[in-house]
T-cell receptor, first 110, second 112 residues
Framework: DAEITQSPRHKITETGRQVTLACHQT?????MFWYRQDLGHGLRLIHY???????NKGEVSDGYSVSRSNTEDLPLTLESAASSQTSVYFC?????????FGPGTRLTVT | GQQLNQSPQSMFIQEGEDVSMNCTSS?????WLWYKQDPGEGPVLLIA?????ELTSNGRLTAQFGITRKDSFLNISASIPSDVGIYFC????????????FGAGTTVTVRA
């Protein structure tokens, strides 16, 4: 069955370190998204991509980057992790029927 | 993204009750979606609505795309304990823009 996976599921890192969160989907969707979810803020869009080599900033993109070298993967990189980036991160992909979410990565920056 | 106002913020259900929640926006949307999120998991798509006035069911769930294209509601009939969770509405503003705007969520809890 087609699916979307994220790794790692949990990560603890130190302030200032570079961190990459992986997202892989097997639906062959062109559209992929990264969100963060925090209490009181709901789901906020970080970056998104509508196809290979296409990347766009979302509403909370500062301190994050993405790259899209193939259809299946959209890794999210935190260039220099900050405590404010402690959150739960969700990757999603979509076709016309709506976005399908991964299981999430809980990131703690100490 | 555009602000979606989702209400109520939280609700308590008793098994067997019908419950309802809604989402409104100041802007029109091309598509309305409803998601459910269980603790420790990602949101799961429940229902997608593509046309103004559309009424769609998925088991005990029924959702409608408002005729003004600025609102949507979700009904759960004969609620059961596994209905607890957070329900999110989401809207897609244009057919060629796949980004979604999300409501803040409705937390559904079982009444003790």
């Amino acid at each position: 069955d087609a699916e979307i996976t994220q790794s790692p599921r949990h990560k603890i890192t130190e302030t200032g370190r570079q961190v990459t969160l992986a997202c892989h989907q097997t639906w062959n969707h062109n559209n992929m998204f990264w969100y963060r979810q925090d209490l009181g803020h709901g789901l906020r869009l970080i970056h998104y991509s509508y196809g290979v080599h296409d990347t766009n900033k979302g509403e909370v993109s500062d301190g994050y980057s993405v790259s899209r070298s193939n259809t299946e993967d959209l890794p999210l990189t935190l260039e220099s992790a900050a405590s404010s980036q402690t959150s739960v991160y969700f990757c999603a992909s979509s076709d016309r029927a709506g976005e399908y979410f991964g299981p999430g990565t809980r990131l703690t920056v100490t | 993204g555009q602000q979606l106002n989702q209400s109520p913020q939280s609700m308590f259900i008793q098994e067997g009750e019908d419950v309802s929640m809604n989402c409104t926006s100041s802007s029109i949307f091309n598509t309305w979606l409803w998601y459910k999120q269980d603790p420790g998991e990602g949101p799961v798509l429940l229902i997608a609505l593509y046309k103004a006035g559309e009424l769609t069911s998925n088991g005990r769930l029924t959702a409608q795309f408002g005729i003004t294209r600025k609102d949507s509601f979700l009904n759960i009939s004969a609620s059961i304990p596994s209905d607890v969770g957070i329900y999110f509405c989401a809207g897609q503003p244009r057919s060629n823009d796949y980004k979604l705007s999300f409501g803040a969520g409705t937390t559904v809890t079982v009444r003790a």
